[in-house]
C-alpha cells in the first residue's frame, strides 16, 4: 500500500500520530525519495550487512509533554523506545548515539535528572552511548526539551523473522496490559483526578525479548512493539504487510482497570493507545504455550496473554467482541493524543 | 581538561554554541553519567569494534535558521554535517538515518525541497538512507523543522588518525576559504545588503578526505571538520587534546574577500565562523607538500594552504598576525551565532 503523492499543502500534527497521514507522508514523500531496499522494508529497525552478521539500525526522537510523568521521563522512554525498536527486530541493543535539543533556560536540575536517568536505563539494559550531539535553540522556539536517540544492535546469525514468516494459524502474543503508558501521560498532562493511579509501562524489552528468541528459535514469527497508534495500529500494519487477516478477541486482550475506566470515560479506545513496554509477538501455533509460559515468566510479562490468531485475508483487522459482535480495526485516523512519545 | 560541574542553573544559548559552555556540559554532565571508554574520546564519530574492521557512528542535529540559506538547505546541510564528521574521522559514510521533527503547520512544499535535496546530496556522496523518524509538534512548540542524522561508516584496516599521532614539526593544511557557512547564514537571516555574495560551503567531504587517506596513508595524523565555533575552536580543542600548542599564520588563513570585509564591518572573527564543507587536516612535515597539491586537485580544495605547525607545548594556540605581532586564541565565550548549523 505505497502512496505516491502527499495530499496536503501543510504538516497536520496527524502527520506525526504514526497513522494513515504519517503512513503517507513516509510512502508518499520520504520514500519516494530517500527508498531503497532497506529502507523500503519500513521494519522497525533496519539489518545491514556487517562482516559475518547482520548489523541493526534504528532511530527515534522523542518530544514527549510533559517531560517528567508517572513511570518515567523522557531521558528513560529516549532510551527504552529505541532499545525496543531494536529488540523487536530480534537485535541484541549495544551501542547508542544521543543528540538534545534543549530550549534557552531549560532547568539544569531537570537535565541531570534525564541524564541520570538515560543513564540508569543504559546500565540496566547492558547498552552503551557512544556518540552525542546537543543543541540549544532560543526560547520559543522549541517546547523545553527533545531527544533523539539511534540505536545500532546485532542481529545473531539464523535468526529470521519478519512479514514473510507469518502463516494462516500463527498466534498473536502481547506481554501485558494495554494502554497504560498513553492514559499516564494524558492524565498527567490535563491534570486529571486519577493521573497518581496509572503509571506509564515504560521498559527495556532486550531481556525478555531476547529469552523468547533463545528459548523458542524459529518459532518466534515476528515482534513489534506496540507504541504510537497503539495494538490496533501495529495490527493493521502487519496485516496489510504480510498480506494475512488478524483475528482479536476482545476479551482476551489485557487492560488494567483504572485505563479501562478512564478510557471509557473519555470516549478514547485503549487498543489505539500508545505503550512503551509493550510487546506483539507472532508464534508458531505449536509454540504458543511455551511462548505465554516464558513471557510470563518475566517481570515484565507478567499479564501476557494469548489474544488473537492469523488467517489468511488481504490485510483486515477483526476484533470479536465481548458481545459476539465483530469490529473492523483501522489505522488511526486523526490525532487523538500528539507528543505522546 | 574534564569539567566535573555544571556552574548554570538554566541552559544558556551558550551551551550550544560548540564553546567553553557545551564542554562544560558535556563533561561536567553528559560524560559524569552516560561516560564509556568509546564516549570519553569525544572524537568526531565513535570507532566500535565490528567482525574484522571498525565501524564509525556518529550524531547530529540541525535546528538551522533560516531552513533555505545561499548555498544550501538544512536537508544538505543535515546529510553533509554528518557525512563530514565520519570523513575526517578516517570513515567511509554507508549509511544514514533520518529524523525529522517538524511545526504543525510547516509546508510540504517546503518538507519536499528538503528530502529532495536531502536524496541529491546522499546520491552524490554514495550514502544510503536506512532507517527514519518524523514526529510532528503542535505550532509554536518547534520553530519549523529540525532534523536529526546518525551516520555509519567503515574504518578501514591500518587507518589511524587521532590525537596520540600529532608531533612537533607537523604541518596544518585547510582546504580553503573560512567562514563562508558562518557568514552565509548571518547575512540571509539579518537581511544584510551583502546575502546575494555570499554562499554557504556546505558540502559532503567524504571523497576529498578518501582521497587523501588513500593517497598518504599514515601521513595523515589527524583530520577536523570546522563546524561550530570555527577554526579557532577547533585549533584549541587539538592542542588540549593532544597536549601540543598550535602556532598559526594569520596571513596564510584563506578568507574570501565579501566574508573578510563583512567580518570587519561585524566585528566578527572569521577564524571563530562555522564552515560547513572545510576541514583541518594535521599532515606529517615530509608530505605536506603533496598533501596540498592532492586537496587543490579537488574540485573542495582550490583554495587549500598550509597555515600552521604543530609545536611542543601545552595546549596554546597562537596565531602569528599580519603585522607581525602573536596573539592567543581560546574557545569561544558567548553566544555570536545561535542556530548555525
Known amino acids: 500500500m505505497l502512496v505516491n503523492k502527499v495530499e496536503q499543502d501543510v504538516i497536520l500534527l496527524a502527520h506525526g500520530d ?30 545491514l550487512p556487517v562482516g559475518e ?14 517531560p517528567f510523568f508517572p513511570g518515567g521521563d523522557i531521558g528513560k522512554l529516549a532510551v527504552c523506545g529505541t532499545i525496543n525498536d531494536l529488540a523487536v527486530s530480534g537485535a541484541e541493543p549495544h551501542y547508542l548515539t544521543v543528540a ?21 536505563t543504559c546500565r540496566e539494559a547492558g547498552i552503551q552511548v557512544v556518540a552525542g550531539d546537543t543543541k540549544v535553540v532560543g526560547r520559543g522556539h522549541l517546547d523545553k526539551i ?13 535468526t529470521d523473522l519478519g512479514y514473510h514468516r507469518l502463516a494462516p494459524g500463527d498466534l498473536i502474543l502481547v506481554n501485558g496490559n494495554m494502554g497504560d503508558h498513553g492514559m499516564a501521560v494524558l492524565a498527567a498532562r490535563e491534570g486529571f483526578g486519577f493521573a497518581d493511579q496509572v503509571v506509564s509501562d515504560c521498559a527495556a524489552l532486550n531481556r525478555i525479548t531476547g529469552h523468547l528468541l533463545a528459548e523458542l ?11 504510537r497508534g497503539g495494538l490496533a495500529t501495529a495490527a493493521k500494519e502487519i496485516a ?10 476482545e476479551s482476551a486482550i489485557p487492560v488494567g482497570p483504572v485505563v479501562r475506566g478512564a478510557a471509557e470515560m473519555l470516549g478514547v479506545d485503549p487498543l489505539y493507545l500508545a505503550n512503551e513496554g509493550k510487546f506483539l509477538t507472532v508464534i508458531a501455533p505449536e509454540k504458543a504455550d511455551q511462548a505465554l509460559a516464558l513471557l510470563r515468566d518475566h517481570e515484565l510479562g507478567r499479564e501476557a496473554r494469548i489474544i488473537g490468531e492469523v488467517r489468511s485475508g488481504e490485510g483486515n483487522v477483526y476484533l470479536k467482541t465481548a458481545l459476539g459482535g465483530t469490529k473492523y480495526l483501522d489505522l488511526l485516523a486523526g490525532a487523538p493524543l500528539p507528543r505522546i512519545c
Open 18 to 47: 504514526g497513522g494513515r497521514l504519517t503512513h503517507e507522508l513516509v510512502t508518499g514523500l520520504f520514500l519516494r525519495y530517500l527508498g531503497n531496499r532497506v529502507l523500503g522494508e519500513l521494519t522497525d529497525a533496519a539489518a
Open 53 to 66: 552478521g547482520r548489523m541493526a539500525v534504528t532511530t527515534d526522537s522523542f518530544v514527549i509533554d510533559p
Open 240 to 249: 496489510v504487510t504480510a498480506g494475512v487477516d488478524i483475528w482479536l478477541s
Open 100 to 120: 538534545f535539543l534543549i530550549e534557552e533556560g531549560f532547568s539544569l536540575a531537570d537535565l541531570e535528572r534525564v541524564v541520570a536517568s538515560m543513564a540508569e
Open 146 to 158: 527533545f531527544i533523539n536517540t539511534t540505536g545500532v544492535g546485532v542481529i545473531a546469525p539464523g
Open 217 to 227: 528459535g524459529p518459532g518466534v514469527r515476528l515482534m513489534r512493539d506496540l507504541t
